[in-house]
Antibody, heavy 122, light 107 residues
Framework: QVQLQESGPGLVKPSETLSLSCAIT?????????WGWIRQPPGKGLEWIGN???????FYNPSVKSRLTMSVDTSKSRVSLKLTSVTAADTAVYYC???????????????WGQGILVTVSS | DIQLTQSPAFLSASVGDRVTITCRAS??????LVWYQQKPGKAPKRLIF???TLPSGVPSRFSGSGSGTEFTLTISSLQPEDFGTYYC?????????FGGGTKVEIK
């Protein structure tokens, strides 16, 4: 069974860069899945951030695209997220997720990490 | 972007009640709709995919229907453990989007 574990700082200063990592176990990072991030501001709904395939194929949400970089490290079985120039609006629980290939996208997200709360504050 | 509008935003119902949540898409998404259940402090869990298919392990009191722009999630007989917030998500096109959520409270 796949397990996803997010890690990174819980507090980031405004205008700085938010960096998160997701360790993937129980599945190969090169399996036929996308790996992605979804966030949820405290008390609010879910927002899809982006998905990345091990080959480097990437989809970003236009709402954060200009500030976002996602990458895959196949040797370490990790997916990373970097979000620059953060503001209080980026305060959220960030979830690492496994999503199906485009052909099977109707399956939806079948695996989620436990989530990590990142607060943007000075 | 495809907008998803869920209704109601909140509902309070008794154990045994039949509960229906609606998700409307701003354009045709065929059957590319998934429903998730989220308990407080936990990650969401997939309840239904492809609009109407239950993954293994999901109780049969949950059902989904719809296609195109209108979808429903039904709980045939509400149970105490069904409290939480329910979200729909469209996977028809990027950016992937979620509905605003429906919070279900047990009376």
């Amino acid at each position: 069974q796949v397990q996803l574990q997010e890690s990174g700082p819980g507090l980031v200063k405004p205008s700085e860069t938010l960096s998160l990592s997701c360790a993937i176990t129980g599945d190969s990072i090169t399996s036929d899945h996308y790996w992605g991030w979804i966030r949820q501001p405290p008390g609010k709904g879910l927002e899809w951030i982006g998905n990345i395939y091990h080959s480097g194929d990437i989809f970003y949400n236009p709402s954060v695209k200009s500030r976002l970089t996602m990458s895959v490290d196949t040797s370490k079985s990790r997916v990373s997220l970097k979000l620059t120039s953060v503001t209080a609006a980026d305060t959220a629980v960030y979830y690492c997720v496994r999503a199906p290939s485009l052909e099977l996208r109707f399956l939806g997200i079948d695996s989620w990490g436990q989530g990590i709360l990142v607060t943007v504050s000075s | 972007d495809i907008q998803l509008t869920q209704s109601p935003a909140f509902l309070s119902a008794s154990v045994g009640d039949r509960v229906t949540i609606t998700c409307r898409a701003s354009q045709d998404i065929s059957g590319y709709l998934v429903w998730y259940q989220q308990k407080p402090g936990k990650a969401p869990k997939r309840l239904i995919f492809a609009a109407s298919t239950l993954p293994s392990g999901v109780p049969s009191r949950f059902s989904g229907s719809g296609s195109g722009t209108e979808f429903t999630l039904t709980i045939s007989s509400l149970q105490p453990e069904d409290f939480g917030t329910y979200y729909c998500q469209q996977l028809s096109s990027h950016p992937l989007t979620f509905g605003g959520g429906t919070k279900v409270e047990i009376k």
